[in-house]
């Protein structure tokens, strides 16, 4: 199929009723070209029809989607991409890849919990591992704030399964809300958002490999800021005694005829959806095993092309990762369904000299 081309060309973005302003970078992309050695396979990748986006501010009208779902109020196209094996590449080329140069990093890290079938045991025992690996990758950390966890089962019975649709995790008004909302006191929160922090996206398959349903993430360097859509997250409205802020661990598959209703539901984040463009490039762990993790940089105040209020922009820092699950092709039949858990981040940074 035909890439649709997008009518937003290099257009600001907006994320809220505030624009962020990103200055439309000059990249060159010089990944390691594709050999006798470098793998690859093919997907098929659901991409933002940029025709159906509603870039309304109204909730409910601006484009949105639910968490407890695979349900959007907007249509998808489908294109046809190669997919690159990222550690295939990294043999032949270490020094292309990165947190801050395309945007993921792919790390040997075995964990210690494995079950990941108690939540608690998640929070108190996996969550200091996700910040020991962090600390120990990323230099200059001085503070680490784990926010929120999601389990992904390919099964049907699974209330969080593999999304199939490319995506950023959080604008950078999103971003800053995070901050606002998990950095007490309020003080120390503007005080923060004042210096460099970030999103990661800490994954990592669950008991088994991931050859099913696999994750796909686009470098940055192949992408634009015109790419980016914003999107709306809902998630359904809890009882007052209910809500304590935390939505880990409490989704429930909804029926299948209340998805397209919006009843029961507010906005509780935003998210980009992506359009397609011929030139974005993607990369997989092919057979990802469980010993292994990838960085996934959603926000980063530093990214290129980033200006206040958001943050202030360095030339050739990676601003965000889009990225998706994906049927690969190649997967033999009877492989078991993908299980992944991912840890979402924020991560504070020294102060400048």
């Known amino acids: 199929m035909q890439a649709v081309t997008s009518p937003l060309g290099r257009t600001a973005i907006k994320a809220s009723r505030i624009t962020p302003k990103l200055i439309q970078p000059t990249r060159t992309l010089t990944t390691t070209p594709t050999g006798p050695t470098t793998k690859m396979t093919t997907g098929t990748f659901r991409y933002a029809d940029p025709l159906t986006i509603n870039r309304s501010t109204t909730p409910f009208l601006k484009s949105w989607s639910k968490v407890d779902v695979v349900y959007s109020s907007f249509s998808h196209v489908s294109v046809s991409k190669s997919v690159h094996d990222l550690r295939s590449a990294l043999q032949s080329s270490p020094s292309d890849f990165g947190v801050d140069v395309s945007g993921f990093a792919l790390y040997q890290q075995p964990a210690q919990e494995t079950a990941f079938t108690d939540e608690s045991a998640i929070r108190s025992g996996y969550y200091a591992e996700v910040e020991a690996l962090l600390r120990q990758k990323l230099k200059g950390i001085k503070r680490v704030e784990i926010f ?15 999304v199939q649709q490319v995506h950023v995790d959080q604008t950078p008004a999103a971003a ?12 120390e929160a503007e005080k923060l958002l004042k210096g460099r922090y970030q999103i990661i996206n800490v994954w990592r398959p669950i008991s088994h490999p991931a050859t099913d349903i696999p994750l796909a993430f686009i470098d940055w360097r192949s992408t634009s800021p015109g790419d980016l859509v914003p999107i709306d997250l809902l998630y359904p409205k809890r009882r007052s005694e209910e809500d304590d802020g935390d939505d880990r661990g409490k989704e429930v598959a909804p029926p299948e005829e209340t998805w397209p209703s919006t009843e029961g539901y507010e906005v509780k984040g935003e998210t980009y959806g992506v359009v397609p463009s011929e030139g974005h490039k993607f990369y997989y762990v092919k057979d990802m095993k469980p010993e292994e993790v990838v960085l996934i940089k959603c926000f980063d105040s530093w990214g290129e092309g980033l200006e206040e209020p958001w943050g202030r922009g360095k030339k050739g820092v990676a601003g965000w990762t889009p990225h998706t699950a994906f049927v690969d092709p190649a997967t033999p039949e009877g492989t078991p369904g993908r299980e992944s858990i991912e840890v979402r981040c924020l991560v504070f940074y020294e102060d400048e000299e």
Request: without cysteine; proline residues 7%; aromatic residues 0%.
């Open 148 to 162: 929120d966890h999601t389990i992904r089962r390919n099964n049907g019975s699974a209330a969080r399964r593999p």
């Open 176 to 187: 800053a809300a995070r901050v606002r909302r998990h950095v007490q006191p309020a003080e």
